[in-house]
């Protein structure tokens, strides 16, 4: 029983901290509730059972903490059947929501069945086991946890199910993590409910812990692999080794709990000075690092080459995006290939592209699918699915491109925002969102009357617009979207370079005016 209550007191604080951890990262994404409800639950269920123990609770007072720690299992359950419905883009089969139907009947009846007996007026308990009061009887509970058994193990035909019908995207994710979580709570609720109905529990609840732990920090790695594939950011490689050393703590203080060593914790003592000597090295490397980047930035630079003169002067932009004529990417001052060892495929570049030109609103997950992933049949449920699935996991490599080694939860170039995606102003320079500053500039300028300063700030307009337009090569943007724009950064070209032609003509610069007025005709010709 020791065993319990000191794995107990362990335990709520590292829940605790997953549930706030997870909360802060994504607290407006569906997913993240269902993890913090999962995680709530346990919170509630193993600090019902530690609060049993307090000195001086009274008899009346131990029902009722009993009847609040049943509720955490039932959070989970309910947190568990969210989550499947996520998972599973709010479409179930009809035997599935037969399997719901039962584990949430047998969810109220229970607790029907369970809130009087906690009451004021309820007889005292017919037993005492360790002693601590009992809402019911064992055997007077058989059916209960019969059930609670069942729910259980249909909860996990259910997720098995999910791992074979969920989204091309999801799967591996279910399949790698999610089968394993619930196995883990499954054994661990297994476990208890036998103990409960052969009346052997010398342990308490210690023999269910570690495997509902462990659960724990295997679900808060697949939250993470669910957020690589919305965002594309990577779990860093000490974030990795941090969970490992998470389980193996768990491990090491369920060895000596169950099988003390010179009555010491040796094992967990170990792991403990492990972890930290770890800790230490991931922490010094990275102050390492960090001081030789401001050491570097304290260096006075090299005086500029004529070959560095020569070439195009970049602002520091962590990402330039060139989109009038040829597809362009430069990003912390490097070109990107267009390759699709970078791009994974060139609608990926599309999508890019297309987010660029629906600035500064951006675009709604339908409007950029249909755009990009159109259904042929729009009455099909499965195809939708596709196409959303789709969606996202070219989100997912395009966000991986343009930050490879960012933090976790980072949109730092893509955000999403009431329910748009958008590519963010103050971090990414875009060609066409230049074009058009300037040429708005230049029409405000020459209006008031200051046509020199116009015809500047329409000359920098030019030197962004080459004669073949934007995007000319582009395959995966639909026409009906891409022609408007098209046809109205080459309306504002036009008319700029006219008034152009007009102004160095009456300012005496015939050369530059012919110039103009052969461009002109070779851009409106074609």
């Excluded at 594309?232 to 941090?242: D, F």
């Excluded at 003390?260 to 990275?286: F, K, R, S, Y």
């Excluded at 029409?443 to 046509?451: D, I, M, S, T």
């Amino acid at each position: 029983m020791r065993a319990s209550i000191v794995f107990s007191v362990i335990m709520l604080p590292l829940l605790a901290g997953m549930m706030v951890f997870i909360l802060l990262r994504r607290p407006r994404q569906p997913v993240t509730w269902g993890f913090v409800g999962a995680l709530a639950g346990l919170i509630i269920f193993y600090g019902g059972d530690l609060a049993l123990y307090w000195p001086g609770l009274s008899w009346r007072a131990g029902l009722v903490w009993q009847l609040i720690l049943n509720q955490g299992p039932n959070l989970v359950i309910l947190s568990a059947l969210w989550l499947l419905w996520l998972f599973r883009e709010q479409h179930l089969e009809r035997w599935e929501w037969m399997v719901i139907a039962f584990i949430l009947v047998r969810m109220v009846v229970d607790f029907i069945w369970l809130a009087p007996k906690a009451g004021a007026d309820a007889p005292n308990p017919c037993t005492i086991i360790q002693g601590l009061p009992r809402i019911v009887c064992p055997e007077h509970a058989r059916l209960s946890n019969a059930t609670a058994m069942a729910s259980a193990l249909l909860l996990l035909v259910l997720y098995i199910h999910t791992t074979l019908k969920a989204s091309p995207s999801l799967r591996p994710i279910l399949r790698r993590y999610i089968v394993w979580i619930v196995l883990l709570m499954v054994t661990g609720s297994t476990i208890l409910q036998i103990s409960v109905l052969t009346r052997d529990e010398p342990w308490g609840l210690f023999p269910t812990q570690p495997f509902v732990l462990i659960a724990a920090v295997i679900g808060i790695r697949m939250f993470l692999a669910l957020e690589e594939l919305e965002t594309g950011v990577r779990l860093s490689q000490a974030g990795r080794g941090l969970l490992a050393w998470l389980i193996l703590l768990i491990l090491a203080l369920t060895a000596d709990l169950t099988a003390p060593w010179l009555d010491a914790p040796i094992a967990t003592v170990v792991v403990m000075v492990v972890g930290i000597g770890a800790g230490g090295a991931v922490l010094l490397n990275e102050l390492v690092k960090r001081a030789q980047h401001h050491q570097a930035q304290a260096e006075p630079s090299r005086p500029a080459t004529e070959a560095d003169r020569a070439g195009e002067a970049e602002p520091p932009w962590p990402l330039r995006l060139y989109l009038l004529g040829g597809f362009r990417a430069v990003r912390q001052g490097e070109a990107l290939p267009n390759t699709s060892e970078v791009w994974r495929s060139a609608k990926t570049r599309s999508l890019l592209a297309y987010l660029a030109l629906r600035a500064p609103r951006g675009a709604t997950q339908t409007e950029i699918v249909d755009a990009l992933w159109p259904l042929q049949d729009e009455l099909n449920p499965e195809e939708e699915r596709r196409s959303r699935s789709a969606f996202r996991s070219y989100l997912a490599t395009l966000r991986r491109v343009l930050e490879p080694n960012a933090a976790h939860g980072s949109e730092r170039f893509i955000e999403l925002e009431g329910g748009r995606y958008r590519l963010r102003p103050e971090v990414a320079w875009v060609d066409v969102w230049e074009f058009q500053r300037l040429m708005a500039e230049g029409e405000a300028l020459w209006a008031g009357g200051r046509r020199s300063e116009a015809a500047a700030a329409w000359e920098a307009a030019l030197a962004l617009y080459p004669p073949e337009g934007l995007l000319p090569d582009e395959l995966y943007l639909p026409p009906e979207f891409l022609e408007p724009v098209r046809e109205d950064l080459r309306f504002r070209w036009l008319r700029a370079v006219g008034r152009l032609v007009n102004f160095y003509a009456e300012q005496g610069n015939a050369a530059r005016a012919e110039e103009l007025r052969r461009l002109w005709q070779q851009v409106r010709s074609g």
